[in-house]
């Protein structure tokens, strides 16, 4: 619609120049000579400068008539508005393969997770206790992902991160280059604090709430500690500081 409204606008403004010109030149040849006289050609001349007071106003309304084509053609098309709908369905299968712990179902789930479906990235981590998260950090290090989904994985990475037996190591690592990783790092923190990580795919689907398995909160605090001795960002140390003090609470208080 738009191109087709760009189009009939370019289409009237060319027939506008053509006709503006040949109006011009048609009274001006069209205008009779009047007697060789003082009035005749004050006459003559103030016809004249009608004329071309015509033009320029009729060149005005050419330019502004130029300038709405352009504006069409750099208005962005809106997406169908059904179209948001669509992207927020849960896909059935996901669902189904996290309900029933399919184990098949893992590779298929890595494949879509590693193109960003973050429902398939959840399902990776619940399903994490099938394969020792290692679909899981596959996708970790998939050069696919994107911003999102990166931090998303290392959250799951580190909720999960007792079933990895490279998830130590994988998170640790973060802290050789601090300043390039502090997003992933504020990322590895929250999931540090979260071994019952929440998940969409649990709310209102009958599904388990996150994989079985015991947190170690001893290696919890030892990857903290790690990550926080690279830092110098406050704003990531405090949040270093009050993961570490969150789950000191829970082992003083003797939770499982």
């Given at each position: ?48 400068q009608k004329l071309q007071l015509e033009q ?84 970790w290090s998939a050069a696919s992902l994107d ?110």
């Amino acid at each position: 619609m738009k191109s087709a409204a760009a189009f009939a606008v370019g289409l009237w403004t060319g027939a506008l120049v053509m006709a503006a010109v040949g109006a011009f030149y048609l009274h001006l040849f069209g205008v009779p000579r009047p007697a060789d006289s003082q009035d005749g050609r004050q006459q003559l001349d103030a016809r004249i400068q009608k004329l071309q007071l015509e033009q320029t106003n009729t060149t005005a309304e050419i330019q502004r008539l130029r300038q709405t084509v352009a504006e069409l053609r750099t208005v962005p098309v809106a997406a169908p508005a059904e179209a948001p709908a669509r992207r927020a369905l849960m896909p059935d299968w996901i669902l189904e393969s996290v309900r029933s712990a399919d184990a098949q179902a893992l590779p298929k789930l890595e494949q879509a997770a590693a193109q960003n479906d973050l429902a398939a990235l959840d399902a990776l981590a619940l399903l994490a206790d099938l394969d020792n998260a290692a679909a899981l950090t596959r996708v970790w290090s998939a050069a696919s992902l994107d911003a999102t989904s990166k931090s998303r994985t290392t959250v799951l990475l580190a909720a999960t991160v007792e079933l990895n037996p490279h998830g130590e190591e994988l998170l640790t690592g973060l802290a050789r280059s601090p300043t390039e990783n502090s997003v992933l790092i504020d990322a590895a923190l929250t999931g540090l604090v979260a071994p019952n990580f929440s998940s969409r795919l649990a709310r209102g689907t009958g599904v388990l709430a996150q994989p079985l398995f015991k947190p170690d909160y001893a290696l919890r605090l030892r990857i903290i500690d790690a990550l926080r001795a690279a830092l110098t960002d406050e704003v990531l140390l405090a949040v270093a500081d009050r993961a570490h003090q969150r789950i000191a609470e829970r082992v003083a208080a003797g939770q499982p």
